[in-house]
């Protein structure tokens, strides 16, 4: 009984340190660019609660295995003196149970995971009146078109990075913006945490990716497939604005900048 | 010295090297390794071998962590950056962690199994100096131009002429292709063995569980690497032919190069980690002194994760726009996998349960291996949930979840593997104060270099970025984590000394030091050449343990008078042992693959033909001179 | 106690099947998967190509039909061989062995003739996919073909100098067992490939 009171004692000293860490681990929702523990949209908040789903789960799991070890280390030390052990080869019963209990969780967890794997490839439908970008991967920079806003020539607004200098990708608050990725060269992969996991642009093919930005404010994004040389480079800036109205101003203006510039 | 005489002519050089062969038989002096068959001597050429390339796989290491250590640091530029990362995961898997196993499949299986050597000697040694020349051939592209630099999972079409238009990538895709062929000899070589040479009374449900997972992992080589080799050829194909496999203005699509890649890359995943959890599944009985717990479901989740790993490829893929059924699919397949490997480590846990344990270095790994597996099995969970996985795809989070799989799992369990069976070979023990110090300096700095990177992965942080600004929130995680590197590394130090002062004056150790279970414990340390003088006959699983203790009614071992290791008449009795001979063909015979693989890159098809001749050669001389004279 | 107990080649084997004859069904079972490969980009890339030549411009089902007859006679033959050299018969061996060589290089000849013709039709590994997962794929089909001609032409000659005899006929049986495998591969690939392309394109 010794050997249990001593593993309590080790148990209660570690479950702080466990739960500090975890707490460290998980309650990071500060306000970095890129944090997909702060999400700023629909899309990043489901995500964000089905990793919770399944890791608090798998943190229990991770105590309980962790606990059990600790235990038996402590308990069945060897010890002067100490009969040798009973050979114990198995328990049919136990080996049942701990086959079908964690079957039993996991197709638990496999019902969500469904459910948010349609509701995310759903690509919103017109009535919804989605905000089109057309997302073009090229080494090492980003394209944004918006078909939705020509200029007189009939050409979309386009914001494209130069250099190290990343894309700006604008977007208006609260409305479903459709993404169409692609790319001209080789894979690169979409993707603005806070708003939403990543999507990659495969050269021959258009994939599509459905997000919201709920909060305006500027955010980071950055390319998440190895591209080559300066992948590091191929970064985004995701400002979101503060309404429509806001939104379709910068629009206009850039429009503008964009008919001088083709004239120029 | 006897006197070889050479005069350049073909029969000449079958002269010389039949005197050099009748030399090599002495098992004395380096021509009797560099032509030697004996399993024991290959499998401690595989682990030399290995180790060494995963000095320099570290090395690769710390210099990532250094130039990721601060924001904006430029100690590497971003082509040696790329090359640094390529080389490193290359080299941890294909040249680290599959020949360190191989090294232990050739150590241990015969031995486990009351063999006398393997089913095909000279095909072993084969695949060793196969595995070796693959090695030195990737590693020579550092002098043709660079590295490969395309990542170790080389994604076409980056990896296509047109974006890559160096040598690195063919070094890259022919060096697999011959390691893949040393890989596949072994694999034919360990499941004939495995099946065929067992001593009498080995059933395959007697047969001890590192055994099994050996020739569950053989199985996965022989069906996964052919996989691999189709999409290496297409590759080299696109590259050095102009074929069009993965060229989109062709119609060509690249996901098929991610389809063939992954197909192979999932079991190999279990290819690196199945021989540790055999590792586990000898240590963890013998330091507890009991057998192991439910040994048939240990096997049989070892095989259910084979089948499985097969059939779990898209979650590498998640991403790539497969439509919500495929991914859906391969999520719930991919969650079904936890369920097999959980039943492993519960079944460890009732090993260990009313045990006698005592913590010796080789226990104390193993108990890392368990801790550290367990945290990177369920890291596995949380991306196995396909939208989740969007966040974590190719971030710091997937790194620091295969490191806790791959270095908490294998290494900790090759390390433990290591210590458990030194003695086996070498006749003594490492030294337990320095183990237990490595172990320890290795654990903290395992922890303290990879659970930040799970918090950098949800912080945002991507992987194979060369640097990142700061005001991301990842400046101290990272600084942490190279920190620990360092502390990696120290430990591997702590190692080597202790291997150096061990060969210099280590404790001596007898037959049995463990107080160990199966048969190699049996024969005398080091291991003669023949293994067992006399073949054992078996007559249950644990066989030897029965034969040192039996039970009382309550399940309790009971000495039994005179049991254990017997070496009394043994040595008159192997006299009479007549064993393969040396032979220099299968080294012959591999070197031919550089040399083709050379004539590819370097489009000079007359060393493609030389490096056929001299394969060739190494084969007629193979198959025409006797197994022993 | 004093008889030489030969360490691996002559203690029976656990499952009573030959180590080198389980080693080569394994090896046939890779291979398999390594066929499997090729043939499923084969039929991934079937009717991508963007530009021709496309299969029905260039394939030429009677000729290959009857290469592909002369390749399956070549089974019959090595059959032979095999039943000739577990009954001691060496010259009906060396015979039959000597046929099946030369099957296989009449089916090589027919292939590289194939090859050319398609060629100066304008279909190179690198016309389009239907060329680049064409030539992969009957290539290393070809390779394999190869191998099993040196393999069989080697026994052939070991045979003549009197190396071969019925104690081990293993030798031509583990050659009969790689040749009847790529013969049943080209089986495949013939239907797949030649036969049902052309139908399913309806060009």
Redesign the interface.
Same mark, same amino acid.
Request: glycine share 12%.
């Given at each position: 009984m010794r050997g249990l009171k001593s593993a309590v004692r080790y148990a209660r000293l570690l479950l702080p340190l466990l739960a500090a860490a975890l707490l460290s681990g998980c309650n990071v929702a500060i306000d970095t660019p890129q944090n997909t523990f702060a999400p700023v949209g629909e899309v990043a908040r489901d995500q964000r609660h089905l990793f919770f789903l399944a890791m608090w789960p798998a943190v229990v799991i991770l105590v309980l295995v962790w606990g059990a070890l600790l235990f038996a280390l402590v308990r069945y030390r060897h010890r002067p003196g100490n009969p040798p052990p009973r050979q114990v080869h198995g328990h049919q019963t136990l080996e049942i149970a701990w086959t079908l209990a964690p079957l039993a969780l996991l197709l638990g967890l496999a019902g969500p995971m469904i459910g948010m794997i349609i509701e995310q490839a759903d690509r919103p439908s017109p009535e919804e009146n989605p905000l089109q970008v057309r997302v073009i991967g090229q080494q090492w920079v980003w394209r944004f078109q918006y078909p939705q806003y020509t200029d007189s020539q009939g050409r979309p607004l386009e914001m494209v990075g130069r250099g190290t200098e990343p894309a700006e990708l604008h977007l208006p608050p609260n409305r479903k913006i459709d993404l169409a990725i692609e790319s001209i060269d080789v894979i690169h992969s979409f993707w603005a945490p806070r708003l939403g996991g990543k999507m990659d642009a495969i050269p021959g093919r258009v994939n599509h990716l459905w997000l919201v930005a709920e909060q305006p404010g500027e955010y980071g994004g950055q390319c998440a497939e190895f591209c080559g040389l300066a992948h590091a480079d191929m970064r985004m800036r995701v400002i979101v604005h503060d309404s429509q109205e806001s939104f379709d101003a910068w629009a206009r203006e850039q429009l503008a900048r964009q008919g001088q510039q083709a004239a120029r | 010295m006897a006197q070889t005489t050479f005069d350049g002519s073909p029969v000449g050089v079958l002269e010389a090297l039949r005197q050099l062969r009748r030399q090599a038989a002495s098992y004395q002096g380096i021509w009797s390794w560099i032509a030697t068959v004996d399993h024991k001597r290959i499998g401690i050429m595989y682990g030399i071998t290995a180790f060494l390339f995963f000095l320099a796989g570290g090395v690769e290491a710390l210099a990532i962590r250094l130039q990721l250590a601060r924001p904006g640091a430029q100690v590497l530029d971003?082509?040696v950056y790329?090359q640094m990362f390529t080389m490193h995961g290359t080299t941890m898997i294909f040249l680290v962690v599959m020949p360190l196993s191989a090294a232990f499949f050739n150590l241990i299986v015969p031995l486990q199994i009351g063999a006398?050597?393997v089913?095909?000697?000279r095909l072993n040694a084969f695949s060793y100096w196969t595995f070796l020349m693959g090695g030195i051939f990737l590693y020579s592209s550092i002098f043709f131009g660079g590295a490969p630099n395309?990542?170790w999972f080389g994604?076409a +079409?980056?990896t296509e002429k047109a974006?890559?238009p160096g040598h690195g990538i063919d070094f890259w895709a022919l060096g697999l292709q011959i390691l893949g062929i040393s890989s596949?000899a072994s694999?034919?070589?360990f499941?004939?063995t495995i099946?065929?040479?067992?001593a009498p009374g080995?059933s395959l449900l007697r047969m001890p569980v590192f055994t099994w997972m050996t020739l569950v992992t053989s199985f996965l080589i022989?069906?996964?690497?052919?996989?691999l080799?189709?999409?290496l050829?297409?590759l080299s194909?696109?590259r050095l032919?102009?074929?069009?496999?993965f060229n989109?203005l062709?119609?060509?699509?690249?996901?098929?190069w991610q389809h063939?890649f992954w197909?192979f890359g999932h079991p190999e995943v279990y290819i690196l980690i199945l021989p540790a959890m055999g590792i586990v599944s000898e240590v963890l009985p013998t330091f507890?002194?009991?057998?192991l717990?439910? @040994? +048939?479901?240990v096997v049989f989740s070892g095989i259910a994760i084979a089948f499985m790993s097969f059939g779990v490829w898209v979650h590498h893929m998640y991403?790539?726009?497969l439509?919500?059924v495929a991914?859906?699919a391969f999520?719930?397949s991919t969650?079904?996998i936890? #369920?097999p490997t959980?039943?492993k480590?519960?079944?460890w846990?009732?090993t260990?349960?009313?045990?006698?344990?005592?913590?010796k270095t080789p226990l104390l790994f193993a108990?890392g291996f368990?801790?550290m597996f #367990?945290?990177g099995g369920?890291?596995g #969970?949380?991306h196995?949930?396909?939208?989740?996985?969007? *966040?974590?795809?190719?971030?710091y989070y997937v790194v620091a979840h295969f490191h806790q799989v791959l270095f908490g799992g294998a290494i900790f369990a090759l390390f433990a593997g290591i210590y458990y069976w030194f003695p086996k070979f070498t006749g003594k023990l490492l030294d337990e104060r320095l183990g237990q110090l490595h172990f320890w300096l290795m654990l903290i700095g395992f922890n303290v270099t990879f *659970?930040p990177m799970?918090?950098l992965g949800?912080?945002?942080?991507?992987?194979?970025?060369?640097? @990142?600004p700061t005001?991301?929130?990842w400046d101290l995680w990272n600084m942490i984590a190279t920190v620990g590197a360092f502390l990696i590394a120290l430990s591997v130090l702590v190692f080597i000394i202790n291997v150096i002062i061990t060969a210099r004056r280590g404790q001596r150790a007898g037959a049995d030091p463990w107080d160990g279970r199966t048969l190699e414990w049996s024969i005398p340390s080091p291991v003669p050449p023949?293994n067992f003088a006399r073949?054992p006959l078996v007559r249950a699983r644990d066989d030897f343990w029965h034969q040192k203790y039996r039970?009382d009614e309550?399940?309790? +071992?009971?000495p039994v008078v005179a049991g254990g290791a017997h070496q009394e008449h043994e040595e008159e009795?192997a006299q009479?042992?007549?064993?393969?001979s040396p032979s220099f063909f299968p080294l012959i015979a591999a070197m031919g693959f550089p040399i083709i693989a050379y004539g590819f890159v370097l489009a000079d098809y007359a060393l493609v033909a030389a490096g056929a001749v001299v394969l060739l050669f190494g084969i007629?001389g193979w198959?025409l001179e006797p197994?022993?004279e | 106690m004093a008889q030489r107990t030969h360490a691996v080649e002559h203690l029976e084997t656990s499952t009573g099947l030959d180590n080198r004859k389980l080693a080569m069904w394994l090896f046939l079972a890779s291979e398999a998967l390594f066929f499997g490969s090729l043939i499923a980009t084969y039929l991934l890339y079937r009717g991508q190509s963007t530009e021709g030549p496309y299969p029905s411009d260039v394939f030429n089902i009677p000729f290959t039909s009857v290469s592909s007859f002369i390749l399956l006679m070549s089974s019959t033959t090595m059959a032979l061989a095999v039943g000739a050299a577990h009954r001691g018969r060496l010259h009906q061996m060396r015979t039959w062995l000597l046929c099946t060589a030369l099957l296989g290089i009449s089916f090589l000849a027919g292939q590289a003739f194939e090859f050319t013709e398609f060629v100066h039709k304008g279909l190179t590994l690198s016309t389009n996919l239907f060329g680049s997962s064409f030539y992969l794929l009957t290539g290393f089909h070809g390779a394999h073909v190869s191998v099993g001609v040196l393999i069989l032409l080697s026994l052939w000659v070991m045979a003549l100098r009197g190396r071969i005899g019925q104690h081990n006929a293993l030798n031509v049986e583990l050659a009969g067992l790689y040749w009847h495998f790529v013969d049943i591969v080209w089986i495949l690939i013939f239907t797949l490939v030649y036969l049902l392309d052309p139908l399913a394109e309806g060009r």
């Open positions: - | 971003q082509e790329n006398r050597d089913a095909f000697p395309g990542g994604y +079409p980056l974006f890559n596949l694999g034919f070589n499941i004939v099946l065929n040479m067992r080995m022989i069906f996964a690497m052919p996989v080799a189709v999409g050829f297409e194909f696109d032919f102009g074929a069009n496999f989109p062709k119609g060509g699509t690249p996901l098929l063939l197909l507890a002194r009991k057998p717990f439910g @040994y +048939p479901f991403t790539t726009g439509g919500p991914n859906s999520g719930v969650i079904l936890a #369920v959980g039943v480590i519960f079944n846990l009732g260990l349960w009313g045990g006698d344990i005592r913590f108990l368990i801790t #367990v945290v369920l890291t #969970v949380t196995s949930m396909v939208p989740s996985d969007y *966040q974590q795809q190719d971030t *659970q799970m918090i949800l912080l945002g942080m991507p992987r194979r970025i060369q640097t @990142y005001g991301m929130g023949y073949i039970e309550a399940g309790r +071992p009971i009795h009479h042992i007549h064993m393969p007629y198959a197994a022993s | -």
